[in-house]
Structure formats: structure tokens, C-alpha cells
């Protein structure tokens, strides 16, 4: 009903930027929790940062001062930017979107981030 697809990955040196998007499409409307979520190899999927319906946005201790998301709702997009970035941010990054109504939520097929010299 939601889908999710995810796009601006890649390979980056330490220290440098990288900016996540992920374009919505299908059913979008009352999306309680808008974000991204990452998984590295061998490690569990964890949050990354996440927008309520209230306005309220948490960051994992890991990425805040450094990683910033936001979103353009006539464009229907959700933007990940990725500052400083560091070898240990590399891992799948993962968009998630969730509806009012149910506990589980939408999950796009990931991107690809490697921070690597």
C-alpha cells in the first residue's frame, strides 16, 4: 500500500557527506513516523532517526551533530544528510514510514553506504 525506495548511497571517505533519499508513493497519508533506520553486517537494525506525527525528532546518540532528516510533504520525500560521516556509519540504510493505525510499519529495499579510505 506504501512503498519506499530509497536512493543516494554509495562510497565516501571518512569525514565526508553523503544525503539519503527516499521518494514515498501509494497510500501516504496519516503517516505517524516518518525515518531511517541502518543495519551493518552482522549487527541488528537500529534507528537512525525518526519524525513523529507530533513533530518530534530522535537521533541515535551515534549520528546527532552529524546526521540530519527532513522532509518535503508536497514532494513526498524523505531526506537523510549525512555529515562527517565515519567507517562504523557503513551499513544498509533502510526508510521506514508507519501509519496511524498499525504497529508495523513500511520498509523500503535499503542503500548502500560504505565509509571507507
Known amino acids: 500500500q506504501v512503498q519506499l525506495v530509497e536512493s543516494g548511497g554509495g562510497l565516501v571517505q571518512p569525514g565526508g557527506s553523503l544525503r539519503l533519499s527516499c521518494a514515498a508513493s501509494g497510500i501516504i497519508f496519516n503517516l505517524a513516523e516518518k525515518g531511517w533506520y541502518r543495519q551493518a553486517p552482522g549487527k541488528k537494525r537500529e534507528l537512525v532517526a525518526l519524525?513523529?506525527?507530533?513533530?518530534?525528532?530522535n537521533y541515535s546518540d551515534s549520528v546527532k551533530g552529524r546526521f540530519t532528516i527532513s522532509g518535503d510533504s508536497a514532494e513526498n520525500t524523505i531526506y537523510l544528510q549525512m555529515n562527517i560521516l565515519k567507517p562504523e556509519d557503513t551499513a544498509v540504510y533502510f526508510c521506514y514510514a508507519r501509519r496511524s493505525w498499525s504497529a508495523d510499519g513500511y520498509w523500503g529495499q535499503g542503500t548502500q553506504v560504505t565509509v571507507s579510505s
Open positions: 519524525t513523529t506525527v507530533s513533530g518530534s525528532t
